[in-house]
């Protein structure tokens, strides 16, 4: 990610005045001040528990933020889309888990890999389709349009059968346990991979495209984006297509991470994605964020989960506990660092 | 008459009372019972009252989230704040010598009732001071909630035995439940409270631009704190209800998603999340809608794994319905009827 420092202030102040300021002026901006400061927290968190737990500080734990996490990087890609234009999507986890279920009944009934996966792709697509022309057109709110495509997600999981089906496709179990050696006994899982490239189409298509641009403009004012002529219908229901494609994509990969369909997974997975969204430094308003941000967001998230892990003794309560109150240090050192001084 | 039927066609509460009232059909032709309402033993018993009683819960964190949703905020904790103030009571009632007596209920009920309370500062304090925004404010007692009310019970579910405390879930009194009192009392309570004086325009005012109602004077910050507060108070007072009716504290299942239901029965209800204007009549009928469902699902025999899809469907259609695109084509619609029957234009 690259930071450029906010333009320099008046020529009469000494050049260590203006770099400081210059400095503040990044910190306090609502462009990437909130980015920058969650990941001082993350590096800082990490080197911090690096000095507390033995064996925390390797570059597999790191990469296993990716493995662990690859899913949710993908779903907090597409929330990120939704978030920009000043959206919600509610629907993702149950999404997540219609997709699980999907390929776990398709593959059970002898399927091939090949056509379970687009055909999953398709159908959460043309959810976000749904929810997207609901939210457009008769001006539903996001947020329950969304959560109305959350239960109509959710009960058809279990329409489609109440119980576990596991998931014994070759190419399935391949991808989902396959490792690649990175060297230095490090390795990754395809998932990451396929995530990566996520967030990168995603970059590109924020930064470098028309739709990107008025993905951002939605954001800031909607009005203003009808005004300048800008395909306001046609990007705002598109987003929502795009959250619904990540929610398959994600599906995809969390059923390759569980080798597994069940109707109750990923409950609440859609406010972590929100949650990592946020964390990352985008508005909720909609307007200002990166997709890098957000992916940080998850990694912030998962490294939350990782001390847990190395702390070992926590009685499942405490577990709670723990996230929330982590959580609440993260959001209000943002907050404090960011706060600008009047 | 006409004017006052025009009136109430066009009216926020039309559409989400007409589903309210297909729903009452499709029960009642499901099973012709269902206005039936009976007397046994001096109380009142049928499908009515059950949707009154059951439906008490939803609607008193209803009535809590509108004044929230109405300064463009959102409260997601209120389920964990519901298992918190159930596992309180019962944790007490489990500890003192004499559960049935009176003085014990009432120190059980005042502490839960204190502990929401603190609940409600907390997210105020979260928003107002912090200015975090709403969702991920009450996002952190969402998660951290269940795990308190874990760290109460113990991980148990604590079940207690104590005929006064019952009586809030499933007593009666003069025949009527008292779950539908206590319901009743919060919305009347919040109804005088916003509508009687200048609070509701106030709270209206944050909601719709926060900035020019600090401009104006308005003291945003107290009255965040205020909404907040008494959303977990509701919500404490709704996680008795359910604590009592099935007498057990269960930290994680008490209210699980009673936080959706509430923010879809101010939805339907006709109140914008946008924040602004709201309706407590709307909530109200909202919370009704939301509760016959349930009922529907069970008189009609819908099994229970179509509960969901069956959920997505009303909402769905009753959103639709309410949608300004929707109202604009019944606008229309309604004036080429006139057109047609020569009442418009005295056209060719």
């Known amino acids: 990610m690259t930071i ?240 619904g494609l990540c929610s398959g994509i994600a599906g995809v990969l969390f059923s390759l991470y569980t080798l597994s369909g069940y109707p109750l997974t990923a409950i609440g997975t859609e406010l972590d994605a929100i949650a990592a969204v946020v964390i990352g430094g985008t508005l909720l308003a909609g307007g200002y964020g990166f997709v890098l941000g957000s992916v940080l967001g998850v990694l912030v998230l998962g490294i939350i989960q990782t001390i847990i892990s190395f702390e070992g003794t926590l009685s499942s309560w405490w577990t709670k506990i723990f996230i929330g109150a982590l959580l609440l240090v993260f959001i209000v050192l943002q907050r404090v660092l960011t706060a600008r001084r009047r | ?145 269940r795990g308190i009310a874990m760290l109460i019970t113990e991980g148990q579910i604590l079940t207690v035995n104590s005929p006064p405390f019952k009586v809030l879930g499933a007593g009666f009194w003069f025949g009527i439940p008292v779950a539908v009192y206590l319901g009743v009392f919060v919305f009347v309570i919040a109804a005088v409270l916003t509508r009687r004086t200048a609070l509701g325009m106030l709270i209206e005012s944050v909601g719709i631009n926060p900035e020019a109602s600090r401009q104006a004077g308005v003291r945003a910050r107290v009255l965040l704190f205020a909404v907040y507060t008494f959303c977990a108070l509701c919500a404490a007072v709704a996680g008795l209800i359910l604590t009592a009716n099935t007498m057990a504290a269960d930290a994680n299942n008490t209210g699980l998603f009673i936080e959706l239901d509430a923010i879809l029965a101010v939805v339907i209800g006709g109140t914008s999340l946008a924040g602004g204007r709201y309706s407590l009549t709307g909530t109200l009928i909202g919370a009704l809608v939301i509760q016959t469902l349930v009922t529907t699902v069970y008189t009609v025999g819908i099994p229970p794994i179509a509960t969901m899809v069956f959920k997505a469907a009303v909402v769905t259609v009753v959103c639709l319905l309410q949608s300004p695109t929707t109202t604009e084509a019944f606008g229309s619609f309604r004036k080429r009827l006139a057109l047609r029957s020569g009442k418009g234009v005295a056209a060719a």
């Open chain 1, 4 to 243: 450029s420092l906010a333009p320099a202030p008046a020529p009469s102040r000494s050049p260590l005045q203006r770099a400081s300021g210059g400095i503040r002026g990044t910190f306090t901006s609502p462009k990437y001040g909130p980015v920058l400061v969650t990941l001082i927290l993350f590096v800082a968190v990490f080197v911090g528990g690096g000095i507390r737990y033995p064996g925390f500080f390797s570059g597999q734990v790191l990469l296993n933020l990716l493995v662990d996490n690859a899913y949710l990087i993908v779903l907090a890609v597409g929330m990120t889309f939704v978030i920009l234009t000043g959206g919600i999507d509610l629907s993702v986890g149950a999404v997540v888990a219609l997709s699980t279920m999907i390929a776990a009944s398709l593959l059970q009934s002898g399927w091939p890999a090949a056509a379970v996966i687009p055909l999953i792709l398709v159908a959460t697509s043309a959810l976000g389709l749904l929810v997207g022309l609901m939210v457009h057109h008769f001006k539903v709110q996001p947020f329950i349009a969304t959560l109305a495509a959350m239960f109509l997600a959710r009960g058809l999981c279990y329409i489609i059968s109440q119980n576990s089906i596991s998931i014994t496709d070759p190419t399935f179990i391949a991808l989902g346990v396959g490792r690649i050696p990175l060297g230095g006994g490090m390795s990754i899982t395809p998932s990451v991979i396929i995530a990566l490239v996520v967030v990168a189409v995603a970059v590109w298509v924020l930064h470098r495209t028309r739709f990107g641009r008025t993905v951002y403009a939605l954001g800031g004012s909607e009005h203003s984006g009808m005004l300048m002529g800008l395909p306001v219908a046609r990007t705002k229901v598109l987003v929502y297509v795009i959250s």
């Open chain 2, 1 to 145: 008459m006409n004017a006052a039927l025009a009136r109430f066609v066009s009216s926020r509460l039309f559409w989400p009372i007409v589903m309210l009232l297909v729903l009452f059909l499709i029960n009642v032709v499901a099973f012709p019972g269902f206005f039936t309402i009976t007397v046994r033993d001096g109380n009142l018993y049928g499908s009515l009252i059950d949707i009154l009683r059951n439906g008490a819960p939803t609607l008193i964190i209803a009535v809590g989230m509108t004044l929230v949703i109405a300064t463009r905020g959102i409260d997601l904790s209120v389920g964990a704040v519901c298992a918190i103030s159930g596992a309180v009571a019962c944790s007490i009632l489990l500890g003192a010598s004499d559960p049935a007596h009176p003085g014990t209920v009432a120190v059980a009920v005042l502490t839960a009732i204190a502990v929401g309370l603190v609940c409600g500062l907390w997210n105020g304090f979260l928003v107002s001071v912090f200015g975090i925004q709403p969702i991920i404010a009450t996002l952190i007692l969402m998660t951290a909630g």
